[in-house]
């Protein structure tokens, strides 16, 4: 075996945009610098709430600290007690708007999790009765019907009741 074969020499661009913060699409999108990508539903001095650009399911949303960190030992308090409640507040939401009775919340961190955006993200993720098995996701044979710029200005409306 030839010794290129075994280094993945087109991941070299991708790694180094991940460590280049410039770069980060959620800091664009928090600065206000990626409008046709900003599906922020929420905002303070501190965190955002936005709906997740590829959602896994309807209602899927992501709470991030404004700060660019990857982990989730980073944190400050204050930045700790806004997820917590925030996350707590958009449970109330989908619980009612959505009418969803379960969750998947959880963040992907580091390189090998599956996190396809280095800059620290919860998912909460509402997961309904009946829905399509995993391979239905994986294959693309899921369907999401609802426009997420449409479902980010009602919920930028909806959110309000909640907070
Ligand atoms: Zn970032």
Redesign the pocket.
């Known amino acids: 075996m030839k010794w290129k074969n075994l280094f993945p020499i087109n991941k070299i661009p991708y790694l180094k945009n991940k460590k280049n913060?410039n770069h980060?699409?959620?800091?664009?999108i928090?600065k206000g610098s990626c409008i046709e990508k900003d599906l922020t539903i929420y905002k303070n001095a501190l965190i955002s709430i936005m709906l997740n650009l590829y959602p896994y399911n309807p209602g899927h949303i992501m709470i991030l600290p404004n700060?660019?960190?990857e982990d989730i030992r980073e944190l400050n308090d204050n930045e700790e007690k806004n997820i917590t409640y925030y996350t707590k507040k958009i449970m109330d939401l989908l619980e009612k708007e959505y009418n969803s009775q379960s969750f998947n919340i959880g963040y992907n961190i580091g390189k090998f999790s599956g996190a396809s955006?280095?800059?620290l993200h919860l998912h909460i993720v509402p997961r309904y009765p009946n829905e399509l098995g995993f391979i239905d996701i994986i294959s693309g044979s899921k369907l999401i019907v609802e426009d997420p710029t449409l479902t980010r200005d009602k919920l930028r409306e909806v959110i309000k009741k909640y907070i």
Do not use: A, G, K, Q
């Open positions: 913060i980060c699409i959620l800091c664009e928090i700060r660019h960190i955006i280095s800059h």
